[in-house]
């Protein structure tokens, strides 16, 4: 069932320009908006989404990934159908997607409450917008990050960051962290592999932490195409200036999938050498993804050096912070460590 839309404006002939990402779809009457879940019904915008919840999972926080939020603790995830980019590469491809290519929107009607109390029964600390691109579940997203907010639970979105301003304005007060996937520091690289663009996604990254959320980042490698030096010294540099040093780098394998079937996986040098350019560029905090037990998931105090979370996959095995301080030196190293509203 359709759900009144919010962040669009009326235009002429019964046409409207939807607010909502920086596409500012024009969408003419009994059409849709790029991600496929925005429909233009006689002049008013409706969301196709807000009732079809098509993941609901209980994860571990460090799935999303956020290594520097609540470690160790669990998050309510949800996503629907629909994504307002289109990733030869996408991993999630087969609930983005469809609706991109005029396909039904399928999921059932879970109201927010009870997606809270889902939460709150299970022991989760938080919830997670995720799985396809939360904005594009945005009335969803509000009104269950809005009754999660009330009874304590904090707030995730796993983002590509391709918001508008006054989406994320909306958000602002509601969202306590985010992981952005910064696929490419080329424009090329977003125009013709994600159907998106590179700047708005800078911007809205800069305009996130402005916004005070707790940030982290993921390059999704892919052999061949964003795995350069320059590239990745480019990313880190970026992150580095505009984010602060102790933003976190998740630098992720590539496996083949959707329409990129044909590429090989991210080979493990390639990703140790992205470790070693972040480090270089002054990161404090590199991870490597998608590879379990390579070594590179612990969390280093970047004071002492001392190894203050020991990780493997998303299992933390050993947490020595203490208030998120490290034991030896005392240095702040993760912003949130509460395990359960009200603990």
């Not at 958000?171 to 690289?189: P, T, V």
């Not at 933003?247 to 390639?270: E, G, K």
């Amino acid at each position: 069932m359709a759900t009144p839309a919010l962040l669009w404006r009326p235009l002429d002939d019964n046409t409207v320009q939807c607010r909502l990402c920086a596409h500012f779809c024009r969408i003419p009457k009994d059409e849709r908006g790029r991600c496929g879940v925005r429909e233009n019904r006689t002049g008013s915008l409706v969301s196709l989404s807000h009732d079809a919840v098509a993941a609901l999972h209980l994860d571990p926080i460090e799935k999303k990934p956020l290594f520097h939020f609540l470690p160790g603790t669990l998050t309510l995830s949800l996503g629907t159908p629909g994504c307002n980019l289109g990733c030869a590469f996408c991993q999630n491809w087969d609930l983005s997607q469809p609706p991109r290519e005029g396909g039904p929107v399928r999921g059932q009607r879970i109201p927010p409450a009870d997606l809270v109390r889902m939460a709150q029964t299970s022991h989760a600390a938080s919830v997670a917008y995720t799985y396809s691109e939360p904005t594009v579940f945005f009335e969803l997203m509000v009104e269950t990050a809005r009754l999660a907010q009330e009874v304590g639970l904090r707030n995730i979105m796993v983002s590509n960051g391709f918001q508008s301003p006054e989406c994320l304005d909306d958000l602002g007060q509601l969202i306590h962290a985010a992981n952005i996937d910064l696929k490419s520091f080329r424009e090329d690289f977003y125009r013709h592999i994600c159907a998106a663009r590179l700047k708005p996604v800078l911007q809205n990254l800069v305009h996130m932490k402005k916004l005070g959320w707790h940030l982290e980042v993921t390059t999704l490698i892919i052999p061949g195409l964003n795995d350069s030096d320059q590239e990745l010294t480019d990313i880190a540099r970026f992150l580095c200036m505009e984010l602060g040093k102790d933003i976190a780098w998740h630098v992720s394998r590539f496996h083949p999938c959707h329409l990129m079937q044909d590429r090989p996986s991210t080979p493990l040098t390639t990703l140790t050498k992205a470790y070693d350019i972040g480090r270089t560029q002054g990161l404090h905090h590199v991870y490597v993804g998608n590879v379990p037990g390579s070594g590179l998931e612990n969390t280093v105090c970047p004071g002492c050096g001392q190894t203050v979370v020991q990780r493997s996959g998303f299992t933390v095995h050993r947490n020595l912070l203490r208030q998120g301080r490290c034991p030896k030196c005392g240095i702040q190293v993760v912003r949130e460590m509460n395990l359960l509203p009200g603990e």
